[in-house]
């Protein structure tokens, strides 16, 4: 992977592609008015929203390919990597470009909210899909800051005015990462049959003899999801975290095993532990009792 363009401040996408530029740590761009640009491939070291009609085929979007061809938005946060590799090709998009540095927002209510907006860390199938009020919504906010940014550079309030239109827009990628979550949630059963199927898999073939245990980001990957979205659908849907789950599966496993007639030591190794030790303190912890407790209340009973 060849990177073209490394956009370290927030106005390197816009002079490459002939953009305008207003500000010092701000960039807005509208792609109607800009015309063909050519694809590349992007490291993004600011933080960034692309919203588009549509979005080329075979585009890199963190760790995978995103093939939605329809009216969604990315976002990115410092580090990450987005676009598509240069082809030699140009082409007319639709839509806003919305980049700004860390700068801007140092000490502001945005900085403070960061964390809470989970979508500037979400890789390929989590790219939000907008429907068309959304979209319409996002698409009147950023032509209100592009207006600020191009005629009030010199007024009282500029800059407060302008983070308070990021912070606006942010919390409304927000809600709508929410609606997505929601609805997502709501056929978290299909995630959670998944889920166990991807553990039970694990195990049938043998994966733990050579990785250990299971763990979150391996499922999330074979469930084709970042283990931030994988974690909020399953919290969402359980009211407990993927990595519980996988503790209380790998519990009930060693309790069968042991049932069976398998030693502690032939228990802990055939479900991936290292050392047998490990095993007893993470099956005391989720049952209260070591496995030989276990093991002799059931007999007693």
Known sequence: MTIDLYINAANDYAHDIGAPVFHPHVSVIHYDEVGEIRHTLNRINCYGIFLQQEFPEGLTYGVGTYHEGDGSLMAYSPGQIGGKQDDGTRRQYHGWVLLFDSELIQGSAIEQKLDKYQFFSYHSNEALILTPDEKDMLYQLMANLYRELETQS????????????????????????????????????????????????????????????????????????????????????????????????????????????????????????????????????????????????????
């Open 154 to 301: 010199q007024s009282p309030g500029h800059n407060d005015i302008i983070r308070s239109y990021i912070l606006l827009i942010l919390d409304y990628c927000n809600r709508f990462y929410l609606r997505q979550l929601k609805e997502m949630t709501a056929g978290g059963s299909d995630i959670l049959s998944r889920f166990q199927q991807v553990l039970a898999d694990y195990y049938a073939h043998g994966m733990q003899n050579s990785h250990g245990l299971p763990c979150v980001k391996y499922c999330a990957g074979e469930l084709c999801l970042s283990p931030g979205y994988f974690g909020d659908i399953i919290r969402n849907a359980l009211g407990e975290s993927p990595k519980d789950y996988i503790r209380h599966f790998v519990v009930m496993r060693a309790k069968n095993l042991i049932l069976s007639g398998k030693t502690i030591v032939q228990t802990a190794e055939e479900l991936g532990f290292e050392y047998p030790q490990h095993f007893t303190r993470m099956f005391k912890n989720s049952t209260g009792q070591t496995p030989r407790q276990f093991l002799e209340n059931m007999h007693t009973k």
